[in-house]
């Protein structure tokens, strides 16, 4: 019967034994026909099929194997003759590429199934033979790791216990010849993802980053397999990134939780391309990485060989929806220019927030960020790479004259105009760094970096221009017949850590509601601190400004500290996005008197034949403060010492003061008239200050001026002659 399944021809011999036909009685026992029964075209076993397998190494020679097999079952002796298969027993050779790979023999089997077409045998803890030291069948396994489908050839004899119409038989030798399309684990392609790594701490003796790696294999395949300890090297872009060991890997079919731990620690020649790997990952861009089989801590020579051939791609997901850099912005000095947009000089903070823990530092900093106004960007920074200092997850850099290019003109100054008005402003940057970062394997660069920057409060100039300021040294250096040029000091204390630079600006002097002049500051600067810069301007006289010219100059020239206003307008500037700020420009000011007024002492001489005629010669040291020529035309004041009236004069002085000078005035007769002379004779020899009180004419250059005067605390001296 064996024969007969297995389809080979069967001898057959039939022999005579009786007839109801008696001439046939004698003959029959003596006839013999001998003939040949061929077996069925289609054998008992019609086909065999794999649906699981699991391996585990034994040794070079042997691996502990697990089979699920179905087995399709052909009936050669009909639907009228059903057979029941009691148990099988299988040996079995595994071919692939013609080679034989692998081979084991099973022992009895028993089927629960056997009435059935499809039988399911269940191969348990079989050991599995590999011949030439599992050479070839590591070839198999490599490409089984590596590859989508593979044909694998499965020859060999069973041996089968069945039930029939006939009896119980037993089934020797039949030829099992099956093909089988395995699916591979086709290097886990779009199979493999990572969930997540730290990286904890550095590795100071294998210089390189300590990380902790989780990842879901998908084992596509029936196959399963224990790999054991396993060793792979990473790779992005061809270049070595680190090596990370599983231990006990097991490869199931279906999802697999498989945990590495290992190093990151490119070799110096692969610096560069770690710097971009950073970058993505930090950019939070995917990038795809190669894990490349090194070894496996078991001594069997096939196994290491199969793990060598593993080559498995994952992506690695960038940092998504991540603040971990944050831009802190200390001080800004911004710096304006008719030719260009503005330059940043400032002073920078940027907190690190990883999602690890190792240890580095941060060498050089660059940054690009856009400048937001009530959400609305309108500037864009510029940094080139500077220095930078690192503490505690911090870096601090400053850096100097960083383009600011304008991208909303109209924003830009709606901010400024804020910051003229209000006591701050403010702004947020949000952009990209790049960083020189120094690491324990060596320094990479790490481009793309995400800053989102916190609001940051610009104070604004409202706080010390609303407080007066101090206009220094006037001077007048030339005068026409209706103006004159007038060259100063302004001294603005600027207390916040926040500056601009406006550029070249003309400014207007108020007295009161009434302009008195304009000037030209060919730089106006607001730096945090004290700030004094020259500024030239011109007083000319008008029908609205001759009353307000002549107190402003009487108080001057008396030391007398005047109360101005300091103000712009859109025409201060040719900046476009500094016009409204500076139109909104209004600070207070005051302008001190020169230190002594124009006369610093006076001699009056008690001469008995003068005072009869009520008069007493009088000279005056006398100090231009101008660079420009002073005469004294005309005056009419008195000389008053506390409620006492010691002199007055009123007439023709015509006393030249050349420009920066002093000088003694020829003798003036006073007259003391109605004065006390009781009093004056207690008064000589005796040091005094007098108070002079009236109104002077004078001429500044070709400019003429009728002004009150007011001087007070003049040393005095009477000396009797």
């Not at 007295?511 to 030209?520: D, P």
Request: proline share 6%; glycine share 6%; aromatic share 8%.
């Amino acid at each position: 019967m064996s024969q007969y399944l297995n389809g080979e021809p069967c001898s057959l011999l039939t022999k005579g034994k009786s007839s109801s036909v008696p001439m046939w009685s004698n003959l029959l026992p003596v006839l013999a026909i001998s003939t040949k029964l061929q077996g069925p075209v289609q054998q008992l076993i019609q086909s065999l099929e794999i649906k699981h397998m699991g391996l585990a190494p034994l040794n070079n020679e042997t691996a502990s194997m697990n089979q699920t097999i179905s087995v399709v079952i052909f009936n050669p002796l009909g639907s009228n003759s059903p057979i029941d298969i009691l148990n099988v027993q299988f040996e079995i050779y595994l071919k692939y590429q013609t080679k034989t790979i692998a081979s084991f023999s099973s022992p009895v089997i028993d089927i629960e199934n056997g009435n059935e077409k499809n039988i399911t045998v269940d191969l348990k803890s079989m050991d599995l033979f590999l011949p030439n030291s599992g050479i070839p069948f590591s070839g198999f396994l490599s490409d089984f790791l590596n590859s989508k489908t593979m044909d694998l050839a499965l020859e060999g004899k069973i041996d089968v216990n069945v039930v029939a119409a006939v009896g119980k038989l037993s089934l020797s030798g039949l030829l099992l010849n099956a093909a089988q399309e395995l699916e591979g684990m086709n290097g886990f392609s779009n199979n493999v993802t990572v969930l997540g790594f730290t990286l904890p701490r550095n590795d100071p003796v294998h210089l390189g980053i300590v990380i902790e790696l989780a990842t879901k294999f998908v084992n596509p395949s029936l196959a399963a397999m224990k790999v054991g300890t396993t060793t792979l090297d990473v790779f992005y872009e061809g270049e070595k990134m680190g090596q990370i060991t599983a231990k006990d890997m097991d490869l199931l079919s279906g999802v697999n939780f498989v945990n590495f731990t290992g190093l990151v620690s490119p070799p110096p020649s692969s610096l560069k391309t770690a710097g971009f790997l950073f970058t993505r990952y930090f950019s939070g861009q995917d990038s795809v990485i190669e894990a490349r089989g090194v070894s496996t801590e078991s001594n069997i020579g096939w196994l290491r060989e199969t793990v060598k051939d593993l080559r498995i791609e994952t992506v690695l997901p960038g940092l998504k929806n991540y603040t971990f850099a944050r831009l802190r912005p200390q001080t800004l000095n911004i710096s304006f220019s008719e030719e260009h947009d503005p330059w940043i000089d400032g002073f920078f903070a940027v907190d690190i927030i990883l999602p690890f823990t190792f240890e580095y530092s941060v060498k050089e900093v660059s940054m690009v960020a856009e400048v937001y106004y009530l959400g609305a960007p309108f500037a864009l920074l510029s940094m080139d790479t500077v220095p930078c200092t690192f503490s505690n997850g911090t870096i601090h850099f400053n850096f100097t004259k960083a383009l600011m290019a304008s991208t909303d003109k109209d924003v830009f100054a709606d901010f400024l105009k804020k910051m003229f008005l209000t006591p701050n402003a403010t702004v947020t940057m949000i952009g990209n760094a790049t960083a020189h970062v120094s690491a324990i394997f060596g320094d990479v660069w790490v481009t793309n970096i995400p800053l989102n920057g916190e609001p940051m409060f610009v104070e604004g100039t409202n706080d010390f221009l609303d407080k007066p300021l101090t206009i220094l040294n006037p001077l007048i250096t030339e005068g026409t017949a209706d103006c004159l040029v007038i060259d100063l000091q302004l001294l603005i204390f600027n207390p916040s850590d926040n500056g601009l630079d406006l550029g070249p600006v003309d400014l207007e002097l108020f007295l009161g509601a009434i302009q008195i002049a304009n000037g030209s500051a060919a730089d106006l600067y607001l730096h945090p601190g004290d700030n004094q810069f020259p500024i030239t301007g011109t007083s000319c006289r008008t029908d609205n400004n001759h009353e307000a010219l002549r107190v402003f100059l009487g108080n001057y020239l008396c030391s007398i500290k005047t109360s101005v206003t300091i103000q712009g307008n859109r025409e201060s500037t040719k900046t476009y996005i500094l016009k409204e700020a500076l139109a909104n420009l209004h600070a207070p000011a005051f302008v001190p008197g020169i230190p002594k007024g124009l006369i610093n002492s006076a001699l009056l001489e008690f001469n008995v034949i003068k005072i009869l005629e009520f008069e007493m010669p009088a000279q005056l040291n006398l100090t231009n403060p101008f660079t420009v020529d002073v005469q004294l035309i005309k005056g009419h004041f008195n000389v008053t010492y506390h409620d006492y009236l010691v002199a007055e004069f009123d007439g023709a002085m015509n006393i030249l003061l050349p420009g920066s000078k002093t000088i003694q005035s020829p003798p003036m007769d006073m007259s003391v008239e109605g004065v006390d002379l009781e009093i004056l004779k207690k008064l000589i020899d005796q040091s005094l200050t007098v108070n002079i009180t009236g109104s002077l004419s004078i001429r500044v250059g070709e400019y003429n001026l009728d002004m009150p005067y007011l001087q007070e605390g003049i040393p005095t001296s009477i000396t009797l002659v």
